[in-house]
């Protein structure tokens, strides 16, 4: 008989399987606070669950379906899991710890593989396998808990896969990070590679996280060369839905731009983007090209252009960073996640 795996279920769903089987409401807090909040692996160290309890759930349920396959760690504190789900598939997720600062951010995946194929990512390279569900998602944070003992603070939809493409499980997986591992919404950042009828209803949704949006380039025509979704979902459309998006929340989007040398990062590209994003409320981050491991063609810009190019955006009165590389040495920056094992 196949395990209940318990981190499928909100609160009450606990509850509700607990009293089936028998057991006082309490149970369920007890063992809803085991998993949720003292990042418990396994059932025997629920120690003040009465031991009968324990063996029943030992032999009948899991608390997660899906384990840490590879866990590779880099010169500046970054880890990078494989994790494994239930049918094999793997996909990768990142753990995130910046040296001045408390948080401790996780990079989830949300899809194996990647339907959107853009030119620089390495995700959709070997093509989409399926979506992750909620639970899955939610899984990556309680392994890495599990794993370092630590409490993760913030959490990034920017992993493998497009959220947007798989949105009924990202709104449950945020709900349920919300509710069962308690992180304010705030310190949820979902990006977008831009589909379009999704961000307006993102926009309606009861918990709305701070959207990042891929633009990566100030027009049509080079967004097009390197984002197939341009084609479908192009930028003077996507700028009214972000417009839209800014009146309906009053936050502050994300832009994410990277730099690709030569390709996008030019005086006229940064004057064209000034201009594209004047009547929208954001920041602007700048990722400097990774290179992923096949012939993209693509190059790192240099350090002169990059910062000419930040200066010129911050002329307008922008905010604008520069994203630090993270974990680059074990292929953990942005845009390497190939969850190569598959
Ligand atoms: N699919 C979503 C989220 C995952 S990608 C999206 O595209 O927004 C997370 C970020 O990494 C995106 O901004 C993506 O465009 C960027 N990225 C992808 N490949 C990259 C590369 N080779 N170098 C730098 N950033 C990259
Ligand atoms: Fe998919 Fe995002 Fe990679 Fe594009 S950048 S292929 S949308 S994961």
């Known amino acids: ?38 990042n418990a692996s396994s059932f025997d160290q629920m120690t003040d669950v009465k031991k009968e309890f324990r063996e029943f759930l030992n ?31 793997c ?58 003992g630590l409490k993760i603070t913030n959490v990034v939809f920017m992993g493998q896969g497009e959220p947007l493409d798989n949105f009924e499980n990202i709104k449950k997986a945020i709900y349920l990070i919300n509710k069962n591992l308690q992180i304010s919404i705030r310190r949820m950042t979902l990006s977008t590679s831009g589909i379009i009828p999704k961000i307006y209803e993102l926009s309606q949704n009861e918990l709305i996280p701070t959207l990042a949006i891929s633009l990566h380039a100030p027009n049509h025509k080079i967004r097009e060369q390197i984002m197939p979704i341009e084609k479908k979902y192009n930028i003077e459309e996507l700028k009214k839905a972000l417009k839209e998006f ?43 090209y990774n290179p992923t491991d096949d012939n993209t063609g693509f190059k790192k810009p240099n350090k002169k252009d990059m910062m000419k190019f930040k200066y010129l955006l911050e002329a307008s009165g922008k905010k604008v960073t520069i994203r630090l590389e993270r974990g680059a040495d074990i292929d953990a920056a942005c845009g390497q996640l190939a969850g190569k094992t598959n």
């Not at 009948?60 to 494989?82: A, E, H, M, P, V």
Request: charged share 30%.
């Open 1 to 38: 008989m196949e395990k209940t795996t318990l981190s499928k279920f909100s609160k009450e769903e606990l509850t509700d399987f607990i009293i089936k089987n028998n057991e006082k409401k309490f149970r369920a807090e007890q063992i809803f606070s085991w998993i949720w909040a003292k």
């Open 59 to 89: 032999q009948n349920c899991q608390i997660l379906d899906c384990k840490i396959k590879l866990r590779q760690i880099s010169k500046d504190g970054t880890i990078k899991y494989l994790i494994e789900f239930s049918d094999g598939l």
């Open 91 to 148: 996909a990768e997720t990142v753990l995130m710890r910046f040296d001045n600062r408390s948080n401790l951010s996780m990079c989830v995946s949300c899809q194996v593989g990647c339907k959107m194929g853009c030119k620089f990512c390495a995700t959709g390279k070997n093509g989409f396998k399926r979506n992750l569900e909620a639970h899955e998602i939610i899984s990556q944070i309680l392994l890495a808990q599990i794993d370092t």
């Open 246 to 288: 800014n009146t309906k929340t009053k936050d502050r989007i994300t832009i994410e731009y990277i730099l690709i040398g030569g390709l996008n990062d030019t005086k006229e590209c940064a004057i064209e983007l000034i201009n594209y994003l004047k009547d929208i409320k954001c920041n602007i981050n700048l990722i400097p």
